[in-house]
């Protein structure tokens, strides 16, 4: 069975960096699929954050784009979420999750989640 | 981006037929997967595709739409389906989400 878990400091100061983890069992990372971080804010406002490929090319939602940085280790099978200079805007639950790209369909979704981390930020 | 509106939220009365809709605000073809989310659990995908079930979903759950209204639908509704229901589009990049729309009992 295919699980994510994600770990990482609950609280961050504003002008630092959000660091989490998303460790992967049951699917090796590199074998298939997108790799990608999805947060929730408060009042359930969800935005995608961008992926990491089974081959390691990233792509990233524009709005983020000169903040954000997905790597992986993929000896640990593990990704992970830099993100630089947060505000508390950046409070939120962050989960990873796996995307599928459905050729048939013509349609990109998610079909395996984390449990999920929030993450304040406030000095 | 695309966006995504949903009523905020629905109130069903047991063994009734719940119905949410997605309106996109361009058209997204059939690209529209729908997603359950219980209080303090992960997103769960349910529909894909616009109109297919997930593995392993029951076929109370169906969805239905295509270009910019979709509807989402529970017939009948259980005392387990209380969540938020969130629409997701990846006609164009980035894949955005609907606001929510959280389901409760009558």
């Known amino acids: 069975e295919i699980q994510l878990q994600e770990s990482g400091p609950g609280l961050v100061k504003p002008s630092q960096s959000l660091s989490l983890t998303c460790s992967v069992t049951g699917y090796t990372i590199t074998s298939g699929y997108d790799w990608s971080w999805i947060r929730k804010f408060p009042g359930n406002k969800m935005e995608w954050m961008g992926y990491?490929?089974?081959?390691?090319?990233?792509n990233y939602n524009p709005s983020l784009k000169s903040r954000i940085s997905i790597t992986r280790d993929t000896s640990k099978n593990q990704f992970f979420l830099q993100l630089n200079s947060v505000t508390t805007e950046d409070t939120a639950t962050y989960y990873c999750a796996r995307g599928y790209y459905d050729g048939y369909y013509h349609s990109y979704y998610f079909d395996y989640w984390g449990q999920g981390v929030m993450v304040t930020v406030s000095s | 981006d695309i966006v995504l509106t949903q009523s905020p939220a629905l109130a069903v009365s047991l063994g009734q037929r719940a119905t949410i809709s997605c309106r996109a605000s361009?058209?997204?073809?059939?690209?529209m997967h729908w997603y359950q989310q219980k209080s303090g659990q992960q997103p769960k995908l349910l529909i894909y595709g616009a109109s297919n079930l997930a593995s392993g979903v029951p076929a109370r759950f169906s969805g239905s739409g295509s270009g910019t209204d979709f509807t989402f639908t529970i017939d009948p509704v259980e005392a387990d389906d209380i969540a938020t229901y969130y629409c997701q589009q990846s006609r164009n990049d980035p894949p955005t989400f609907g606001s929510g729309t959280k389901l409760e009992i009558k």
């Open positions: 361009e058209s997204v073809r059939s690209s």
């Open positions: 990491i490929s089974y081959s390691g090319s990233t």
